[in-house]
């Protein structure tokens, strides 16, 4: 079995008064002679994840499988991009863009049509997408949020977390720092999932590497590079 995982665009968890800045992970999985792409960013990583695909010699239509975590729209709003592909949605999630949460602002107005028209599949439970790359519930962000988790001999357990777990602090104190379902159901994913990986990759962070029972660590910090013109 051949598996392999690669981050494409990094996450950072930057935060304005009022606002966020934070860049949302993209992460590219290669299993069994298919390339799956976990989520799409937004606008301001397009050019990021093109120049990332191009790098690799991978045109969009190359994606098999586009594996999207939930619908905000900081990790979807590029999936206009792959047309080609299989976009794989969970029902949960399907069924509450319709009608979040009255302080969820992130919902695209547009993606339920915009998904529409592309190569969509809506799933339920948590289906093995291939050998060694499984769909993992983790509500709590949004109540349909999903993650994605990854096992082989030479990569260990890797959890590709999505929003279930942002940043550090969520696996510091175990608590969902943003829910639009409960902090109590976000706060059991994060436990689930830290029980499960010896590496996360957040959200809106570098991979956490697990050291112990209850502690993850990172080997870099995330960078943001801005440049003033």
């Known amino acids: 079995m051949s598996l392999s995982y690669e ?3 990094e996450g950072n968890n930057i935060k304005l008064d009022g ?25 301001v990583t397009r050019m990021m994840l093109m120049k990332a695909l191009d790098d690799r010699g991978i045109s969009p239509d190359e994606i098999d499988i586009v594996f999207l975590t939930h619908l ?39 993606i339920q049509h915009t ?5 969509l599949e809506i799933y339920d439970g948590e289906p093995e997408i291939t050998t060694g790359v499984r769909a993992i519930s983790t509500p709590g962000h949004t109540p349909g949020h999903m993650s994605i988790f990854l096992e082989s001999k030479e990569l260990g357990a890797v959890v590709i977390a999505g929003d279930a777990i942002k940043y550090p602090k969520e696996t510091l104190t175990k608590s969902c ?53």
């Open 7 to 9: 981050v494409l665009v």
């Open 19 to 43: 606002g966020f800045l934070g860049l949302s992970t993209i992460v590219l999985v290669e299993a069994n002679s298919k390339k799956i792409l976990i989520d799409t960013g937004h606008h």
């Open 72 to 110: 905000h729209f900081d990790h979807v709003n590029n999936i206009d991009l792959f047309t080609k592909s299989k976009i794989l949605v969970a029902r949960t999630e399907w069924e509450y863009a319709s009608s979040p949460h009255v302080n969820d602002h992130f919902i695209p107005s547009h």
């Open 115 to 119: 998904l529409a028209e592309l190569n």
């Open 177 to 229: 720092d943003l829910a639009f379902d409960t902090i109590e159901i976000g706060s059991k994913s994060i436990v689930k999932l830290m029980k499960m990986a010896d590496c996360i990759v957040p959200g809106h962070f570098p991979p956490l590497y697990k050291i112990d029972e209850e502690r993850f660590v990172w080997k870099d910090g995330a960078s943001f590079n801005l440049i003033i013109r």
